[in-house]
């Protein structure tokens, strides 16, 4: 069968490696000129590296250098995704500086017309663009003001470098992970950095009370101490109470709203290695519970060099609660938008809250020959985007057992009415599964009949579940495909 996947991050690598290996015809596309997603050198920004260890972010049969550190840099991660390519053989697939502007359903499939102008037909398509690969960058008023004053605003993604920031006074606006890291990466060369999150989060540290962020977080107790915070108030209380007295956010005013189990309402983030010790030594400022309201360029008064009204001379920005910063650079950290432009709104994917009705994350029920890879985004979701490229192979293979249309759309409606609840509406658009990243592997190995051996299962209960853990049986279930088709 011919295959287009659109997109060549984490999961359409996944894919592609996957539907290859049983004897599909693939070839993916992407707008960028490198592979990766996220990881290719055209997005990195500085003091970027993966927030998961090496060990829970590989593919369960790719293994990342043992000599790595645990958390890789951006760098080696993107040769690790080209190390996957080269080892299983794909790199012809790949199509790559090649966007697609339009998919159209056709009788025998797809129709995808390129930007290249050429027109490419498929029988079956993947959708894996990235549900955070579309920066947000908010449209401030008074944005024209601010440039024609030499003002820059730019998201961590849009090609950041440190001679952006290079003796600039900067702003970042949020407070995640991209927030955070350039925070302290350019701090070591900017005049002033501010950051403005309009609500502060809670931060994992990377080891608390002895025990590591992952030890907790990715194992089967810890899935279950999230997905039911109430049952378990005291244990959230004692987390948020060490969390707070190790970070010292006390001191800093910085301690969050809300409680400790906030944490997995969107998706989870550790704190920055430094970044509470560079507030704290002034390094860093941060203007809590804050947003910009408006831009300007700020006429420059020549005798005493400050900005004394609207004109050309000095960016600022203006924030809601009255206070004015001098903004040479914005660094947009404000999130991602989860959309497909390149389908016709006319296909139902979405509901009318922009929420993906998808089962399994992967399977649109109007629309055939059409799956998602990748967006079932978890706390492992590489692992999470392997085991979702087997379950498309099946789904085309037509080994699943499926319940019925009419039950699919009553697991779609009950799974997103949940995450929209427990997330307070931070769920990417309903590609968030947290906390239940087992949860859903769990769900789809059931499907493909490549459950977990129980002596696996068990030890996940305590220990952090590493993708290494699900080599034998996704390798299994691969083989079985292969002989299928």
Request: some cysteine; hydrophobic content about 40%; overall charge neutral.
């Amino acid at each position: 069968m011919q295959i287009a996947v659109i997109g060549a991050g984490i999961a359409g690598l996944a894919a592609t490696k996957v539907l290859t290996t049983v004897g599909h015809d693939v070839t993916t596309f992407d707008t960028e000129p490198d592979l990766g997603g996220v990881w290719s050198p055209t997005r990195h920004y500085p003091g970027l590296t993966t927030q998961n260890t090496r060990m829970t972010y590989e593919y369960s049969d790719h293994p990342a250098p043992a000599s790595w550190p645990d958390y890789p840099s951006a760098e080696q991660w993107h040769s690790y995704l080209r190390g996957y390519v080269d080892r299983f053989g794909f790199s012809a697939s790949l199509r790559l500086g090649t966007g697609v502007s339009r998919a159209e359903p056709t009788p025998e499939g797809w129709e995808l017309h390129l930007d290249s102008g050429e027109r490419f037909q498929a029988a079956h398509l993947v959708v894996a663009n990235g549900v955070f690969s579309r920066p947000l960058v908010p449209g401030w008023p008074g944005r024209a003001g601010h440039a024609e004053a030499g003002g820059v605003i730019k998201a961590p993604s849009q090609q950041l470098t440190l001679d952006d920031a290079r003796d600039k006074y900067v702003v970042v606006v949020g407070y995640g992970k991209s927030a955070c890291d350039t925070a302290m990466a350019l701090s070591a060369v900017a005049a002033s950095v501010i950051v403005v999150p309009r609500r502060l989060m809670w931060k994992g540290s990377k080891v608390l009370l002895g025990k590591h962020f992952e030890d907790v977080a990715i194992t089967r107790l810890g899935e279950r101490l999230f997905a039911h915070p109430r049952r378990f108030g005291p244990v959230f209380r004692v987390l948020s109470r060490a969390t707070v007295k190790q970070q010292g956010l006390t001191d800093l005013g910085l301690v969050p709203p809300g409680r400790f189990d906030d944490i997995v309402a969107g998706t989870a983030s550790l704190a920055t290695d430094g970044f509470f010790d560079m507030v704290r030594a002034g390094e860093i400022a941060v203007r809590r519970d804050c947003s910009i309201a408006e831009l300007r360029g700020a006429r420059t008064d020549s005798s005493t060099g400050t900005g004394t009204g609207t004109g050309t001379g000095i960016p600022e920005a203006v924030l809601d609660d009255g206070t004015v910063l001098r903004a040479d650079l914005i660094v947009a950290a404000t999130g991602f938008e989860q959309s497909v432009p390149f389908l016709d709104p006319s296909l139902t994917v979405q509901n009318a809250d922009g929420e993906f009705e998808l089962f399994r994350n992967t399977l649109p029920i109007s629309v055939p020959n059409l799956t998602f890879a990748g967006y079932n985004a978890s706390l492992i979701s590489s692992l999470s985007a392997e085991v979702g490229a087997i379950w498309i192979a099946a789904h085309l293979a037509g080994t699943l057992n499926l319940p019925s249309p009419s039950d699919q759309r009553a697991t779609i409606s009950s799974d997103l009415t949940a995450r929209k609840a427990r997330t307070h509406g931070k769920h990417a658009s309903g590609t968030v599964v947290l906390p239940y990243s087992l949860g859903t592997i769990d769900a789809m190995l059931s499907d493909l009949h490549a459950v977990l051996p129980r002596r696996t299962r068990t030890a996940q209960w305590t220990r952090r579940s590493y993708s290494t853990d699900f080599r034998d049986p996704l390798a299994a279930a691969v083989r079985a495909l292969s002989s299928a088709i």
